[in-house]
């Protein structure tokens, strides 16, 4: 359609003689003007009624130990991808850190500068991305999560670590969504439970209100003309705490951020910790309990967990093919 000119600025597409309808159900405009409007309006059209690109993004919520972080980084965070891909295997991470994945395993051990012990006569089997000072291996110091991009070639390994997570009990994927949007539309998905409390009404009274312990993620992503994604995230991740005289405490973990990801990308945002301590006490009946002499018959251990709250995002964009499919 158009817009008349006048006082306010506008400019006229269509002539004096042109008139517009919109259908909105349908979607469709019905002009009417000279064959010379017709053939500009049609054209303007052609470039700015293209479908809306849309991301497919798929989110990994999980609560890991605190070792999980540093694990996943020295196994992703500077494995060398371009040896994988054709390229030089080894190359430098740090310093005089080399990596070394393929290419010839003769020559690993010149490659990442370590020695040979006795436990460890076949460096083929050794994932050493940087080194340790440990085991007669002489080297840097291993890396950690702080490369929190993942290009999409570590993508498959970051799904066997995620897996091998629950198996091996050291944390679990609390959640798993997957939404698609549109480009520059934000996503929300929301999945848990309202609880109960009491509130204070104007004439006295008390009323039942209810306030939400949910996992909510919502994502609103922006195709750049390279093809990157631009996310701009806000995650919750609230649960039911301690049950007080007003009504539950609700104990929250809140993220939010925006970062640059490449199609089919990981990034990982982390660093929301939990600890909990606890203290065991192990003692001989009746004699643990003798004064003073009980210390002898006892003995108390303490333990200390902790948990760190990871978010993996991966956005995918869609293709037009596949869309129209």
């Known amino acids: 359609g158009g817009s008349s000119g006048g006082s306010g600025g506008g400019t006229r597409i269509l002539s004096t003689r042109g008139s517009v309808i919109f259908e909105p159900r349908t979607n469709q405009l ?37 070792k999980f972080g540093r694990s996943l980084g020295i196994k992703l965070g500077a494995n060398d991808l ?32 370590q020695g040979v012990a006795a436990n460890y006569n076949n460096t083929q089997f050794i994932n050493l991305p940087a080194n340790t000072s440990s085991d007669s291996f002489s080297g840097g110091t291993a890396a950690t999560v702080a490369l929190s991009l993942f290009s999409a070639t570590a993508n498959r390994f970051l799904n066997l670590e995620l897996s091998a997570l629950e198996s091996d ?15 520059q539309v934000k996503a929300l998905i929301e999945q848990g439970e309202e609880l109960p409390y009491q509130v ?24 750049t003309p390279e093809g990157s994604v631009i996310l701009s995230v806000d995650v919750n991740k609230d649960s039911r705490g301690t049950l007080t005289p007003q009504g539950y405490a609700i104990n929250t973990k809140h993220v939010q951020t925006q970062v640059l990801v490449e199609n089919g990308g990981t990034v990982v945002i982390g660093g929301i910790y939990t600890q909990d301590e606890g203290e065991t006490v192990n003692k001989v009946p009746v004699l643990g309990d003798v004064p003073f002499l009980g210390n002898l018959f006892k003995n108390k251990t303490r333990t200390t967990s902790k948990t760190e709250l990871l978010i993996f995002l991966t956005p995918k964009v869609v293709s037009e093919r596949a869309t129209v499919r």
Not at 171 to 182: D, E, F
């Open 30 to 66: 019905f002009v009417s003007d000279i064959p010379s409007k017709l053939e500009e309006i049609q054209a303007m059209i052609a470039k700015i009624d293209i479908p809306v690109r849309q991301v497919l993004i798929e989110a990994r919520i999980v609560e890991a130990n605190d």
């Open 82 to 113: 371009r040896g994988q891909q054709g390229g030089i295997p080894g190359y430098s991470v740090g310093g005089g850190n080399y990596v070394t994945v393929g290419g010839n395993y003769s020559g690993i051990g010149s490659q990442t500068n």
């Open 169 to 183: 009990g050291k944390g679990k994927v609390v959640s798993s969504p997957r939404v698609i949007t549109a480009d």
């Open 200 to 223: 204070a009404t104007a004439s006295g009274a008390t009323s039942i209100a209810f306030r939400k312990a949910n996992l909510k993620l919502e994502v609103t992503p922006q195709i």
